[in-house]
């Protein structure tokens, strides 16, 4: 009877000390861009499967928006921008560790809408009506469509005959091609492949952007994570990269 009672009180107290463990595991708090959302979950998911148990909060949305919010003061332990400008801008403020930031991955920018036959190039995008972008002062899809437009002499003229529709992120501007709500919309190939009814029309070409980049890196309050320190790891790790090309990101370049 007392072997029994000591097997069972180790048994508790193993219990206890696993699930004190996984309570004392620090959440990771990970701001990431809306192109990588389905990558991330995906990531997410493997990472837990793989035995690491950190809770990972993750905060999706434009790259502006969430660079402004750690600069004031946000929690997060990991930031994945969709362009190296609001990397820098929480670089310049002394937010993110440089010895920890990347490129990890790439991507392209594409023009989607319902099949059209007469849109081909960035010219015919003025015959249409409404064009949809994520808003280029937040959003980097919407600041390198934006780039393209202006370097192919379009922006000015689409801006005055209000054909351009601001979206809060590029998913959004995904919606409303998708949706028929606008003709078309400039958005990444990533986000292109998830549409149900938008197509693309065309590749928008690079000597009209920037390349696209998706720089990492781990925040001065990460660097005191080891959780975050683990997962930012798992990120950068082949088995990531494999997940990022199956949504069409490019790596390795």
Do not use: C
Request: hydrophobic share 45%.
């Amino acid at each position: 009877m007392k072997k029994l009672i000591t097997t069972i009180s180790l048994i508790f107290a193993g219990v206890l000390l696993a699930v004190s463990s996984l309570q004392a595991a620090e959440p990771v708090r990970l701001s990431g861009p809306a192109s990588m959302t389905e990558a991330l979950k995906e990531l997410i998911a493997r990472f837990g499967a793989a035995g690491d148990h950190a809770q990972i909060l993750t905060n999706i949305g434009s790259s502006g928006a969430m660079a402004k919010q750690i600069n004031e003061g946000a929690p997060a332990d990991i930031f994945i921008s969709a362009n190296k400008k609001w990397m820098d801008f929480l670089h310049d403020q002394k937010r993110i560790d440089p010895a920890s930031e990347r490129n990890l991955v790439g991507n392209t920018l594409v023009f989607i809408g319902k099949k059209n036959p007469a849109v081909t190039s960035m010219a015919d995008i003025l015959n249409l009506r409404q064009i949809a972008i994520g808003s280029p002062k937040s959003v980097p899809a919407g600041e390198y469509a934006s780039q393209a437009m202006e370097k192919a002499g379009i922006y000015r003229k689409l801006e005055e005959a209000r054909q351009l529709i601001m979206a809060k992120d590029v998913r959004q501007a995904l919606t409303y091609a998708d949706r028929g709500e606008t003709d078309g919309a400039f958005v990444y190939r990533t986000d292109a492949l998830l549409a149900e009814q938008a197509v693309i029309l065309f590749e928008v070409p690079q000597d009209l952007y920037d390349r696209v980049t998706y720089p990492v890196a781990l925040t001065i309050e990460g660097t005191q994570n080891p959780e975050a320190r683990a997962f930012y790891d798992f990120l950068i790790s082949p088995e990531a990269m494999q997940v990022f090309e199956k949504y069409g990101f490019s790596v390795g370049k």
